[in-house]
């Protein structure tokens, strides 16, 4: 048995959910544009969308609610299992708390809430999901020394294909 099979059986998991993530950008988005569409000038103003607007029309561009840019630098990653899998864990409560905080915003508007229900859920699993990845990356390694080296670059496992 490989010695870091818990690392091999990541590479799937890791591709699922980033796959998950990205259909859960496209309901995000089109909330997004259900909301805006058809929008009067008098509407854009008074929700505070006027600086939006002149930008991008009512067009969806990613951006933080506090209008920073979407980029790469919302990607991290360390090449170390361990030190990425605690990244993922935080990313998925930071998820998590994002949701809860659009939930009080929405006011329970169906049309918003009940996707937004569905996302937050699926952030609660994925987050169970890379606690168990962590367990099984840490248990397949050196329980004494897996701070001791990063296991990703200085015993790297090549993940198989058609790994599961
Ligand atoms: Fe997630």
């Given at each position: 048995m490989c010695p870091f099979y818990g690392i091999s059986q990541m590479c799937n998991f890791d591709t699922d959910i980033g796959t998950e993530e990205l259909a859960h950008l496209e309901m995000v988005?089109?909330?997004?544009?259900?909301?805006?569409?058809?929008?009067?000038?008098?509407?854009?103003?008074?929700?505070?969308?006027?600086?939006?607007?002149?930008?991008?029309?009512?067009?969806?561009?990613?951006?933080a609610a506090g209008g920073i840019p979407f980029n790469a630098c919302e990607f991290q990653v360390k090449g170390d299992p361990v030190t990425d899998l605690h990244e993922d864990l935080a990313a998925e409560q930071k998820a998590r708390s994002t949701y809860d905080n659009i939930l009080r915003v929405v006011n329970n508007t169906p049309e918003v809430a009940d996707p937004i229900r569905f996302l937050r859920a699926r952030e609660v699993v994925h987050f169970q999901r890379f606690g168990e990845a962590l367990r099984n990356v840490q248990e397949?390694?050196?329980?004494?020394?897996?701070?001791?080296?990063?296991?990703?670059?200085?015993?790297?496992?090549?993940?198989?294909?058609?790994?599961k």
């Open positions: 988005s089109t909330i997004i544009h259900q909301l805006t569409k058809g929008l009067s000038m008098e509407e854009i103003e008074k929700s505070g969308l006027g600086p939006y607007y002149i930008d991008h029309t009512v067009g969806v561009w990613p951006q397949s390694l050196d329980a004494k020394n897996f701070y001791a080296f990063s296991p990703g670059f200085d015993a790297p496992v090549i993940c198989p294909p058609n790994a």
